[in-house]
């Protein structure tokens, strides 16, 4: 059972960038899932939540109308559509499954993390 | 958006230590509200959800409580795996947000 998230490296400001997270030894399509990111030093902070089927989507303030995320349920493959970056996207990007025990939400898998950096 | 505060920032603790972690939200969240450790290099890791059901393999001297807007964390008798950065957060709405995290050091 792990996530195993890709896609990272190095852009300029006002590029973009595509995340891929990859779920395995559980089923992908039952879950909910999300991202989450890290700035260098700092503390967690949340970005996006996809429901199972992808029909529902929420995002930070932070990076609503320049992130999205998706999914495609039959690669097992969650995403996440950068653009627009900045130097404070700089960050580990990390995806998480999200159970709900209801009506109580928690991110119990995590991934290891990929990391953006946005610099010229 | 609900706001989250910890306290302490930062903690020394020796080896057998019962720490205490405090979280606070902006409103009332009822106990909407998840506490993760994370070490340095590492993802994090789910320790409590529900402010007070622990997850699955977590030690039984980490526990949780509070609700509304007050919640903490304690550990019962610290020990050495346990030294690291403390994060609650809440989800009771979107966007979910985290605390600014407690970093618990050796004393």
Request: charged share 15%; aromatic share 12%.
């Amino acid at each position: 059972v792990q996530l195993v998230e890709s896609g990272g490296g190095l852009v300029k400001p006002g590029g973009s960038l595509r995340l891929s997270c990859a779920a395995s030894g559980f089923t992908f399509s039952d879950h909910y899932m999300s991202w989450i990111r890290q700035a260098p030093g700092k503390g967690l902070e949340w970005l996006s939540y996809i429901s199972a089927s992808g029909r529902t989507i929420y995002y930070a303030d932070s990076v609503k109308g320049r992130f999205t995320i998706s999914r495609d349920n039959a690669k097992s493959l969650l995403y996440l559509q950068m653009n627009s970056l900045r130097a404070d996207d700089t960050a580990v990007y990390y995806c998480a499954r999200d159970r709900l025990t209801v009506p109580h939400w928690y991110s119990d898998l995590w991934g290891r993390g990929t990391l953006v950096t946005v610099s010229s | 958006d609900i706001q989250l505060t910890q306290s302490p920032s930062f903690l020394s603790a020796s080896v057998g230590d019962r720490v205490t972690i405090t979280c606070r939200a902006s409103q009332g969240i009822s106990s909407y509200l998840v506490w993760y450790q994370q070490k340095p290099g590492k993802a994090p890791k789910l320790l409590i959800y529900a402010a007070s059901t622990l997850q699955s393999g977590v030690p039984s001297r980490f526990s949780g409580s509070g609700s509304g807007t007050e919640f903490i964390l304690t550990i019962s008798s610290l020990q050495p795996e346990d030294f690291a950065t403390y994060y609650c957060q809440q989800v009771n709405s979107y966007p979910r947000t985290f605390g600014p995290g407690t970093k618990v050091d050796i004393k």
